[in-house]
T-cell receptor, first 111, second 115 residues
Framework: GQQLNQSPQSMFIQEGEDVSMNCTSSSIFNTWLWYKQEPGEGPVLLIALYKAGELTSNGRLTAQFGITRKDSFLNISASIPSDVGIYFCALTTSGTYKYIFGTGTRLKVLA | KAGVTQTPRYLIKTRGQQVTLSCSPISGHRSVSWYQQTPGQGLQFLFEYFSETQRNKGNFPGRFSGRQFSNSRSEMNVSTLELGDSALYLC??????????????FGSGTRLTVV
């Protein structure tokens, strides 16, 4: 089946630092999404990417859809304490009506 | 507009029992998807419903079933509960069509503990 590798598994960073995480898949997909999940809540969509090579920003967050369509990264600039949570990448292909989620990157920000 | 509502938030059941979880999607959304989240397996797709029809199903045993009503509300049922069914069950709603499908909105989940 499809494999979705997300790294790193966890990160401890100082407030103000930049963060980078990435996902790679064993297959080609046509949509990449990045979600954030806070304790006790469901994941919240941060960024959606639909085209190979696409670079999209949402405030301090920037994500790119790799040109091979098998990878994506998410960057967070100037981290703040409320960035704490688990970040998931997710893939889907039109017509399947489902997502495949990465294993998540747990981010902790030290003030 | 109101978000995705899942009930109950917490549930404790005994092995062998059955359980029904409920999800009310965002008004106007016709697609409801269910996911199981565990520390070991992460988020795993259970099934997706659109206009009362199941369009896709994940690799879960037949003990896991679902349905969707004409008002788009959905329920999932797990029969003959096992300890390994302990998890956070998440429901997500979307319009279900076109690129907007990808804009899932998740509920806060139902935390099921099987003892």
């Amino acid at each position: 089946g499809q494999q979705l590798n997300q790294s790193p598994q966890s990160m401890f960073i100082q407030e103000g630092e930049d963060v980078s995480m990435n996902c790679t898949s064993s297959s080609i997909f046509n949509t990449w999404l990045w979600y954030k999940q806070e304790p006790g809540e469901g994941p919240v969509l941060l960024i959606a990417l639909y085209k190979a090579g696409e670079l999209t920003s949402n405030g301090r967050l920037t994500a790119q859809f790799g040109i091979t369509r098998k990878d994506s990264f998410l960057n967070i600039s100037a981290s703040i304490p409320s960035d704490v949570g688990i970040y998931f990448c997710a893939l889907t292909t039109s017509g399947t009506y489902k997502y495949i989620f990465g294993t998540g990157t747990r981010l902790k920000v030290l003030a | 507009k109101a978000g995705v509502t899942q009930t109950p938030r917490y549930l404790i059941k005994t092995r062998g029992q059955q359980v029904t979880l409920s999800c009310s999607p965002i008004s106007g959304h016709r697609s409801v998807s269910w996911y199981q989240q565990t520390p070991g397996q992460g988020l795993q797709f259970l099934f997706e419903y659109f206009s009362e029809t199941q369009r896709n199903k994940g690799n879960f045993p037949g003990r896991f079933s679902g349905r969707q009503f004409s008002n788009s509300r959905s329920e999932m049922n797990v029969s003959t509960l096992e300890l390994g069914d302990s998890a956070l069950y998440l429901c997500a709603s979307s319009t279900g069509q076109g690129p907007a499908f990808y804009g899932y909105t998740f509920g806060s989940g139902t935390r099921l503990t099987v003892v």
